[in-house]
């Protein structure tokens, strides 16, 4: 494929296992050319700025698109975002603080930079070009290593006001608890996450339960790939932890749209995405919980956008804006 002379954006999903950079159509978000990176053994600062200069160096490479045709590089970051001057404040599985990524890459490359957070981009991505197009008060959920999670009021992104609002992972679910990483115990993540089905099987597995799972990998972790696996051989234990979960990732969502009555839910995120009858099971049970005035109109949806909610989100950051403010 050629470049022609359009303008494209450099989009990057940076979190804690790989970094995804894209090259994306601006007309279309179109992905047309990407680079994977593992960030899994990179940690800290320095060894993450340097991951992201090589994937944005070898994305340039194999697109032949050369500076003049970027309108903007935007990285979608998970971690505590300072939007204005683009600092990443917190990532912890990047084990990054304070890094100003944004003056970082503008002085490589020339090029305008923004840092969003990564779940705020998805949400950006699904509602401008994904699952959420037609609706207005929408509840993004995205379930993988953690929970993350959005809420959109009138089409706009509420970010409260600390930028931090929609952290529905960490919404409390039992007060005596798991550990949760966030240093707060019975958290939902702790309960419904893939780290979390992922922990409970170990924790059986442990105990003596046997369990089909260890037959599809012989590394201590489990993907949601291998918890598909399991479940498709009707796999007790996986199941038992799965519906486990869904029954508190459940309660959770019912909350949430009882206390909203949004007019859409949207859920995304590896977990989701990699295996249907979670995400079956999952809004089954939702439905049953909640209150029947607040879900009269509700639909729920997938993800549209798929592993690319974040880079085509992160690129229409300034479609997003003008909407917004103009
Ligand atoms: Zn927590």
Redesign the pocket.
């Known amino acids: 494929m050629t470049i022609n002379n359009k303008k494209y954006n450099i989009a990057l999903d940076l979190g804690g296992t790989k970094v995804l950079c894209a090259l994306v159509e601006k007309d279309t978000n179109k992905v047309l050319f990407e680079i994977k990176k593992k960030t899994k053994k990179e940690k800290g600062a320095k060894k993450i700025t340097l991951k992201v200069f090589e994937a944005i160096d070898e994305l340039f490479k194999i697109s032949k698109a050369d500076k003049t045709q970027i309108n903007f590089i935007s990285v979608a970051c998970a971690g505590q975002i300072e939007r204005e001057k683009g600092i990443i404040l917190n990532a912890c599985n990047l084990e990054i603080t304070e890094l100003p990524l944004k003056e970082i890459i503008e002085e490589k490359y020339g090029l305008k930079t923004y840092i969003l957070n990564d779940v705020e981009a998805a949400a950006t991505g699904e509602l401008l070009a994904g699952a959420g197009v037609n609706n207005k008060n929408i509840l993004c959920i995205f379930i993988g290593t953690g929970i993350g999670s959005s809420i959109i009021i009138d089409r706009k992104i509420y970010l409260g006001s600390d930028g931090v609002a929609g952290e529905l992972?960490?919404t409390i679910i039992d007060k005596n608890g798991r550990a949760?990483?966030?240093?707060?115990f019975g958290?939902l993540?702790?309960y419904a996450s893939r780290s979390a089905i992922e922990a409970r099987i170990q924790g059986l597995i442990k105990k003596g339960k046997r369990t089909v799972i260890t037959d599809f990998t012989d590394s201590s972790n489990f993907s949601t790939k291998h918890i598909k696996m399991a479940l498709d051989a009707h796999d007790e234990v996986t199941t038992l932890c799965v519906n486990e979960a869904v029954e508190y990732l459940s309660s959770a969502i019912a909350n949430a749209v009882n206390f909203l009555n949004p007019d859409l839910v949207i859920l995304g995120g590896g977990l989701i995405q990699g295996a249907d009858e979670i995400y079956l099971k999952t809004i089954n049970l939702t439905k049953t919980k909640t209150l029947a005035l607040s879900s009269r109109n509700l639909e729920f949806k997938k993800a549209q956008l798929g592993d690319y909610s974040a880079v085509i989100g992160a690129s229409l950051i300034e479609k997003y804006s003008e909407l917004n403010n103009g």
């Open positions: 992972g960490h949760c990483a966030c240093g707060s958290c993540e702790a």
